[in-house]
């Protein structure tokens, strides 16, 4: 009866668990943008409606 090995590929996991660290990472970095700028979001808007009546962009020197 011939005993078969098991191959470990331990050189690959190394690199791949680094990557898998970093995707998880980013994921929840972008999770949290998300979530940041879902709760401000409305507050964002309210903003842009005040510049916009202040004159935006032509108000110019009128509002320092």
Do not use: D, T
Request: glycine share 10%; proline share 3%.
């Amino acid at each position: 009866m011939k005993v078969q090995r098991v191959r470990r590929r331990v050189a690959h996991r190394r690199g791949r668990s680094g990557q898998r660290v970093l995707m998880a990472e980013a994921a929840l970095m972008g999770g949290a943008v998300l979530a940041l700028l879902a709760w401000e979001l409305p507050s964002l808007r309210r903003e842009v409606r005040i510049w916009r009546m202040a004159g935006g962009f032509r108000a110019g020197h009128r509002y320092p």
